[in-house]
T-cell receptor, first 117, second 115 residues
């Protein structure tokens, strides 16, 4: 199956610092999504990207769809304690199935972010 | 927040027993998905549905079956639970298969333990 390499696996930072994480793939994706998961809860969508080169912000979060379509980056500026959690990237490689064009996401294994107050 | 609920939220069962997990949505989205999340493996797709009575397999479908008789409900059944199916199960929904409405929204999860 498709592989997404997400790095770093974990980060331990001080409150106020900026954070960067990324995902790379050997395949070309049509969509990149970034999620955050808090303990005991489901992933929550942060940012969706649909075009190569696209740069999208959501508050202190900024994500980019790589120009090669094989990577994506998420930056968090001025981190705060509530940013703690696991961040996942997910890519869509549109494929044909019994339902016609269908949508399957491939997930990275996550980046665990810890913020020290 | 997307209107997705999962039941039960926690379940402990014994090997060999059947188990059914329910996902209910109030968004009228066409696509529904079941994932399992395990340490070291991340989120893996079990089955998905692209309409009422229309389902297809994901990457880890062995030992699982699904049914969708109504738009709002998607059931995941473990016919005979095994310890390897101990996991956290997430349901997700999306309005469409292609961007820009293909974002998947996740439910709160069901933690299943098979003894």
């Amino acid at each position: 199956g498709q592989q997404l390499n997400q790095s770093p696996q974990s980060m331990f930072i001080q409150e106020g610092e900026d954070v960067s994480m990324n995902c790379t793939s050997s395949s070309i994706f049509n969509t990149w999504l970034w999620y955050k998961q808090d303990p005991g809860e489901g992933p929550v969508l942060l940012i969706a990207l649909y075009k190569a080169g696209e740069l999208t912000s959501n508050g202190r979060l900024t994500a980019q769809f790589g120009i090669t379509r094989k990577d994506s980056f998420l930056n968090i500026s001025a981190s705060i304690p509530s940013d703690v959690g696991i961040y996942f990237c997910a890519g869509q490689l549109q494929s044909l199935g019994r339902g016609g064009s269908n949508y399957k996401l491939t997930f990275g294994k996550g980046t665990l972010l810890t913020v020290n107050p | 927040d997307a209107g997705i609920t999962q039941s039960p939220r926690h379940k402990v069962t014994e090997t060999g027993t059947p188990v059914t997990l329910r996902c209910h949505q109030t968004e009228n989205h066409r696509y529904m998905y079941w994932y399992r999340q395990d340490p070291g493996h991340g989120l893996r797709l079990i089955h998905y549905s692209y309409g009422v009575k229309d389902t297809d397999k994901g990457e880890v479908s062995d030992g699982y079956s699904v049914s969708r008789s109504k738009t709002e409900d998607f059931l995941l059944t473990l016919e005979s639970a095994t310890s390897s199916q101990t996991s956290v199960y997430f349901c997700a929904i999306s309005a469409d298969a292609r961007g820009p409405y293909n974002e998947q929204f996740f439910g709160p999860g069901t933690r299943l333990t098979v003894l």
